[in-house]
T-cell receptor
Framework: DTGVSQDPRHKITKRGQNVTFRCDPI?????LYWYRQTLGQGPEFLTY????????KSRLLSDRFSAERPKGSFSTLEIQRTEQGDSAMYLC???????????FGQGTRLTVV | AQTVTQSQPEMSVQEAETVTLSCTYD???????LFWYKQPPSRQMILVIR??????QNATENRFSVNFQKAAKSFSLKISDSQLGDAAMYFC???????????FGKGTTLSVSS
């Protein structure tokens, strides 16, 4: 297994457009997380999946954001009607159990112009 | 809400020297997990060290060790024999009660000089 992969690595979009990011976790990991990180800050939690169920969402996740994990495998994060404030690095991570190491992808850097 | 505080935005150390990065956290739980993650420039975040709160013994991983003071809610990271490859941003994190998220501090940027 090559670890957690995210696609695309970089995305530049115009304000108001929709964007979708993909995350492929480590195959045996049933726990999947999305975080957002702005420059010089720590990652902020967005949402958590256990298998295909989205069990927790941060208040940061406005109604313009939606995430899915069909069949408990890969996950997608969609942002509708992007705003300049959405510009950030979006990180995906996966883990096996509570308290276990979370493995992070390299992230998708979103720039909204 | 859980919080994690890293009070040192930047630290510097010379090669082969020792440096300690500070972290305090706030939780009402008795059973929890604490982590230090390293994020090199333009590279993905990786785990440095992990501590289970119910274990009294401080975790160690080669040149990395922690000073876990549960009563004081302090969790500092000591890097011994610093190497150029240790230069990175270091994040302290605690897992939330439900185990569904990591709460990160703002990070400490560590620079290593030769």
């Amino acid at each position: 297994d090559t670890g957690v992969s995210q696609d695309p690595r970089h995305k530049i979009t115009k304000r108001g457009q929709n964007v979708t990011f993909r995350c492929d976790p480590i195959s045996e990991h049933n726990r999947l997380y999305w975080y957002r990180q702005t420059l010089g800050q720590g990652p902020e939690f967005l949402t958590y999946f256990q298998n295909e169920a989205q069990l927790e969402k941060s208040r940061l996740l406005s109604d313009r954001f939606s995430a899915e994990r069909p069949k408990g495998s890969f996950s997608t994060l969609e942002i509708q009607r992007t705003e300049q404030g959405d510009s950030a690095m979006y990180l995906c991570a996966s883990s096996l159990n509570r308290g276990a190491e979370a493995f992070f992808g390299q992230g998708t850097r979103l720039t909204v112009v | 809400a859980q919080t994690v505080t890293q009070s040192q935005p930047e630290m510097s150390v010379q090669e082969a020297e020792t440096v300690t990065l500070s972290c305090t956290y706030d939780t009402s739980e008795s059973d929890y997990y604490l982590f230090w993650y390293k994020q090199p420039p333009s590279r993905q975040m990786i785990l440095v060290i992990r501590q289970e709160a119910y274990k009294q013994q401080n975790a160690t991983e080669n040149r990395f060790s922690v000073n876990f003071q549960k009563a004081a809610k302090s969790f500092s990271l000591k890097i011994s024999d610093s190497q150029l490859g240790d230069a990175a941003m270091y994040f302290c994190a605690s897992e939330n009660q439900a185990g569904t998220a990591l709460i990160f501090g703002k990070g400490t940027t560590l620079s290593v000089s030769s």
